[in-house]
């Protein structure tokens, strides 16, 4: 079988097995997904991510409609010469049958690269990858806790910096609470650059590259909210209750994100339209790092989910305006990690 522990997935796009023609990559982050996905197409591409004729990006809609259009691609002939690379985003289940059609056809001239959302055991699709020859499962999971700042200090040392320091451990377990996955990954570069030449990290470096506290926005609280992390808001919240952000506000602001939500996934249902042709509907666009996260939750979210989420939206908002007794945070902390607790594949139930 086919399948790795999520400690080993990241590895394993460093040194993929060439028995493997197809791999697939999931989890309940879609930053972290879309940064592994674009990890596996540079090793295999030698860097590039933009070639029209080594690669080509396939979305999951697409191959559902049309199964054979994932059998072509995976075969067809490089311009040029050269390995191609097929990407399929936002699989699911319902794609498992295509996919395993494109799978009995592979002889091993272009790779594929699926990626998904938080998958179950009994997923069709992570069946069809666990048990394949020429096929591998990658699941990815964000990192807390202890584990993160052991997976933050290996990432410092790939990027060439000195080890941390007995003394800046600490600081960097608060600075690094709360952090999403891309957060993390750019707050590293950052600390091995300032640090390259020191001889450890310093509680000095620490806090000299930490994001300020308006880094903690709102966008980071909807995604934990929006991907199920309900662990993560309580940190979020008091490093946006420290800056003196607006916490009313920030609820407007989920139930902006939600409604853009609920109009996307309608237009789905009515027009017959793909995630990414849903999203590119709405006005003003998806923010571009937003837009793999947002597509993966079109997907993942039920719309019925999705009404619930805007109901209890609602709910608070009217319980703010209303002579309440408990302070903001705490309410909306609370009624925030509910909501966050609903979303598909929520960590911490």
């Not at 990559?25 to 090793?43: C, E, F």
């Not at 050269?82 to 990407?87: F, I, L, N």
């Not at 993966?296 to 979210?301: D, E, F, G, N, P």
């Amino acid at each position: 079988m086919a399948k790795l522990a999520a400690s080993k997935s990241r590895g394993y796009l460093k040194r993929p097995d060439p028995a493997h023609h197809a791999m697939l990559l999931y989890g309940p982050d879609a930053t972290q997904v879309a940064a592994r996905r674009d990890d596996a197409i540079r090793a295999r591409l030698g860097g590039a991510l933009d070639d029209p004729f080594r690669l080509a990006r396939l979305e999951a809609d697409a191959v559902r409609r049309d199964p054979a259009l994932l059998v072509d691609e995976v075969n067809a002939m490089g311009f040029g010469g050269g390995d191609r690379v097929v990407v399929l985003n936002g699989a699911a289940d319902g794609t498992a049958a295509a996919i395993a059609a494109a799978l009995e056809t592979m002889a091993g001239g272009a790779a594929l690269i699926v990626t998904g959302g938080q998958l179950a055991a009994s997923s069709k699709l992570r069946k069809l990858f666990e048990g394949a020859g020429n096929a591998v499962a990658l699941p990815f999971y964000p990192a807390e806790g202890a584990a993160l700042e052991t997976e933050f200090s290996a990432l410092l040392g790939e990027l060439g910096a000195p080890p941390v320091g007995p003394d800046a451990r600490a600081a960097l377990a608060e600075v690094l609470a709360g952090f999403q996955f891309g957060e993390a990954e750019r707050f590293a570069e950052v600390l091995a650059l300032h640090a390259l030449e020191e001889e450890t990290v310093t509680v000095e470096a620490v806090l000299a590259c930490a994001p300020p506290a308006a880094e903690a926005d709102f966008d980071t609280a909807i995604q934990a909210i929006a991907q199920g992390r309900p662990r993560s808001l309580p940190s979020l919240m008091e490093r946006l209750d420290a800056q003196g952000a607006s916490l009313p506000g920030l609820v407007r602001v989920l139930s902006l994100y939600f409604q853009r939500l609920h109009r996307a996934q309608a237009a789905m249902d009515a027009e017959g339209l793909d995630a990414g042709a849903a999203m590119g509907k709405l006005r003003p666009p998806i923010f571009w790092k937003l837009r793999d996260a947002f597509a993966s939750q079109l997907r993942a979210w039920p719309h019925g989910a999705v009404e619930s989420a805007l109901t209890q939206i609602g709910a608070l908002e009217a319980e703010l305006r209303s002579g309440r007794t408990l302070p903001d945070r705490a309410l909306i902390e609370r009624a925030l990690m509910r909501i966050a607790m609903t979303a598909p594949g929520a960590r911490g139930r």
